[in-house]
């Protein structure tokens, strides 16, 4: 069975470019979740959606950074303008019926270099 | 006071020791606690579950202590494949709410 996929895996780009991250959650899971990961900070929830609804967005750190989910299958996380500071490993994860219990399923992560 | 905390070490041990991880929160309502293995540039995956009642698999045994807000890990005979990033997770609060990561502790098994 395909795990969570993100694409693309590696991107470098200039400040102030757009960029569009991907997932595609394990089929049959409700729960789909962004996270952003860097030494200092360590993992943190940016957003997470159920059923394709976002549910909390309080970690998104500014209005630079959007995020949808249009069906059950796909999710972008989207930054623009982007800045160096926003360089870091992004993570989507998905899990079944809760977000608290029961296991989440990561993707492989987008390493994202900001120049 | 951060949400978890964990020693970020590393822990270098050589093979076949026993090793033990702490890790503390701040909040007394979280319901659900996991122990997460993150190797060099990968993804985390859910090593295990942390239940009241402490719970083993295998050579790894995983404590809650909830008066104190601590969970443990305890690797037994360590082996060099354990080397990883081991990410203590609890729930924010109580009920289906989200988790909350640490910044997990390094190990590495030394031959």
């Known amino acids: 069975d395909a795990g969570v996929i993100q694409s693309p895996r590696h991107e470098v780009t200039e400040m102030g470019q757009e960029v569009t991250l991907r997932c595609k959650p394990i089929s049959g899971h409700d729960y789909l979740f962004w996270y952003r990961q860097t030494m200092m900070r360590g993992l943190e929830l940016l957003i997470y959606f159920n059923n394709n609804v976002p549910i909390d967005d309080s970690g998104m750190p500014e209005d630079r950074f959007s995020a949808k989910m249009p069906n059950a299958s796909f999710s972008t996380l989207k930054i623009q303008p982007s800045e160096p500071r926003d360089s870091a490993v992004y993570f989507c994860?998905?899990?079944?019926?809760?977000?608290?219990?029961?296991?989440?399923?990561f993707g492989p992560g987008t390493r994202l270099t900001v120049l | 006071r951060k949400e978890v905390e964990q020693d970020p070490g590393p822990f270098n041990v050589p093979e076949g020791a026993t090793v033990a991880f702490n890790c503390t929160y701040s909040?007394?309502?979280?319901?659900?606690f996991f122990w997460y293995r993150q190797d060099c540039r990968k993804e985390p995956k859910l090593l295990m579950s942390?239940?009241?009642s402490g719970n083993e698999d295998g050579r790894f045994t995983a404590q809650l202590n909830r008066a104190s807000q601590y969970i443990s890990l305890l690797i037994r005979d360590s082996k060099l494949s354990d080397s990883a990033t081991y990410l203590c997770?609890?729930?924010?609060?109580?009920?289906?709410?989200?988790?909350?990561f640490g910044k997990g502790t390094r190990l590495s098994v030394i031959a």
């Open positions: 909040n007394s309502a979280s319901q659900s």
């Open positions: 942390v239940y009241s």
């Open positions: 997770v609890v729930n924010s609060n109580s009920g289906n709410t989200p988790l909350v």
């Open positions: 994860a998905s899990s079944l019926r809760t977000a608290s219990y029961n296991e989440q399923f």
